[in-house]
């Protein structure tokens, strides 16, 4: 059984960062994919960014250098490091795992960004 479990998260002024973590654990072998997706009030469920196994990543444009994400394969770990945070970018952020075909989710956690 694979879990996914967050970390970060919170309340920040426009222009601050925050981090937000994921770790997966369970049997997770080979080529897999892990990322964030995020959901704002009204709104779909949306890619924020995603990192495979093998290191390449992809980016909503929305976010594009302002966010970072980066894996450790060791740990079953992806960090997003999310600066010049704006007020769009409010919304609950789910961790996303793609292994062998399928797809888990992981609880979601808040980001509000307010001043």
């Known amino acids: 059984q694979v879990q996914l479990v967050e970390s970060g998260g919170g309340l920040v002024q426009p222009g601050g960062s925050l981090r937000l973590s994921c770790v997966a654990s369970?049997?997770?072998?080979?080529?897999?994919?892990m990322g964030w997706y995020r959901q704002a009030p009204g709104n779909q469920r949306e890619l924020v960014a995603v990192?495979?196994?093998?290191?390449?990543?992809d980016y909503a444009d929305s976010v594009k250098g302002r966010f970072t994400i980066s894996g450790d394969n060791a740990k079953k770990m992806v960090v997003l490091q999310m600066n010049s945070l704006e007020p769009g970018d409010t919304a609950v952020y789910y961790c996303?795992?793609?292994?062998?075909?399928?797809?888990?989710w992981g609880q979601g956690t808040q980001v509000t960004v307010s001043s």
């Open positions: 990192i495979i196994s093998d290191g390449s990543t």
């Open positions: 996303n795992l793609v292994h062998r075909g399928l797809n888990y």
């Open positions: 369970g049997s997770i072998f080979g080529l897999y994919r």
